[in-house]
């Protein structure tokens, strides 16, 4: 199925008639085109080539954060709110970016604040795990317990995917005791 794409087709249409109707500032449109474009970049979610359900991973990340802080900085939250209300529509096929899209704009344009999920999910470790090292990338939370136990959780494709590391050290004259601790028996 051919989808509009999210920066040509729907961004770029509701800037320029924003910038047209005298709605959005040019330098705000600038600002916002070039975050858009580096996100398609990073989170290869244009419709020529790449994946438009990466659009969750965009929409859930800090990148998407920072959108939202150049459209409220322009005094332009609406024309945002509409490019999520057309992406809704238009993705519908795709319930996860559709889904994601309208509860963005129904938030934004109710005024609520919204943070994506990888921050709100790093508030609730670091109330969950108050003994943890939990730290945040652009892309991951790190989650630190003790000296040998690391959980590294991160978004894809509007999945949570988590991957736990444990650290065993060995002496060197057990290194065939190395199978059983890979879980491989022995």
Known sequence: MAFKDFLRNIANTHLSGALREGRIQGNTVDEVRRLLAAAESKYGFSSFGGNPERLVDYFNSKDFDLLVQAFKGGGALDVLVKI??????????????????????????????????????????????????????????????????????????????????????????????LRKVAGEGG
């Open 84 to 177: 999520l209300e057309e992406t809704s529509v238009a993705y519908a096929d795709l319930p996860g970016v559709s889904s994601k899209a309208r509860e963005l704009a129904k938030a934004l344009s109710e005024g609520r604040q919204v943070k994506s999920e990888l921050a709100e999910l790093f508030e609730k470790l670091k109330t969950l795990f108050p003994k943890g090292e939990v730290s945040m990338g652009e892309r991951e939370i790190v989650l630190k317990l003790g000296s040998n136990r690391t959980i590294t959780i991160s978004y894809d494709e509007g999945k949570i995917k988590v991957v736990k590391c444990e650290t065993t050290t060995l002496e060197k004259s057990d290194v065939d005791k």
